[in-house]
């Protein structure tokens, strides 16, 4: 897959819900891969930071061929979109609905899933090489560099229900776009100036708290 592609996780309710559109009853996951304005843990790797995603972000997102994993893995499919899994963007995110595969796999899920011990999903996607499809905004909150807001997703590659963290809580897979965006930001001359100007600051405070 591309170096851009990027994989967030978020705990959040999956619901078993019984499906008798047919001539027999299945049951299906049912949640949300994600929610708009929802801002992120402190997240990091290169840099910290927190994110949101804005609820124009799927308007032109390529949603035609995603699959439903366990753990991201390609040989653990439950379904795919135009057969078994559906996506709905609402007002709160993206909504997923899946009747898995009648396979042994998908049955220890559903029963793992039905006892509460997995209850966790996360996403892959890509974020549109549009100049305007984040923004990187410097933070004034402690411990955070900058606030993140994505606003167009590329394309949406699979939904996972996932048993362990795809990367750990203070960590995120982010697009090697998106950091030579950043990188670039940081370079800037005016965030050079606001820098050495609140280090002289904290120099000056420093200085008259030992003075006095």
Known sequence: MTNDLEMRQMTTPLILERNNDDEQDHDVITGYALKFNKPSEVLGGFCRFVEQIAPTALDNADMSNVVATINHDQNQVLGRTGVNLTLEPDDIGLKFTVKPTDTSFARDLMANVRAGVINQCSFAFTVAPDEDAE???????????????????????????????????????????????VHKQAHKPVDKERRELLLQIEKDELLNSLNQ
């Open 135 to 181: 923004e990187w905004d410097e933070s004034t909150r402690d411990g955070v560099d900058y606030e993140r807001t994505i606003r167009k997703i590329d394309r949406l590659y699979d939904v996972s229900v996932v048993t362990t963290p795809a990367y750990p809580d203070t960590e995120a897979v982010v697009g090697q776009r998106s950091i030579d965006r």
